[in-house]
């Protein structure tokens, strides 16, 4: 919030509306859905794709299923 203040008013009503998709409930939605996806097929590219891309999310519970998972389909 902060670094976007220099923006002005704008920006910061902006974040106010999105702000609820960050929630911890949105993070649990992304842990389900790389969880789903690698058990429906941990060999699709795609998947794997998915985990790679989940080692970046901004959450943790998000990054620790992915280095699970990743882990899971290593040794699988």
Do not use: C, Y
């Not at 409930?25 to 998947?47: C, E, F, G, H, W």
């Not at 970046?56 to 899971?72: E, F, M, N, P, T």
């Amino acid at each position: 919030m902060r670094s976007l203040a220099f923006i002005g008013p704008k920006a910061i009503g902006a974040i106010d509306r999105v702000l609820h998709k960050f929630s911890d409930s949105d993070a649990k939605i992304r842990k389900a859905a790389v969880v789903t996806a690698t058990a429906i097929d941990a060999t699709n590219p795609a998947v794997a794709e998915l985990i790679d891309n989940a080692f970046s999310d901004r959450s943790k519970i998000v990054r620790d299923a992915a280095a699970k998972l990743k882990q899971k389909v290593n040794i699988g």
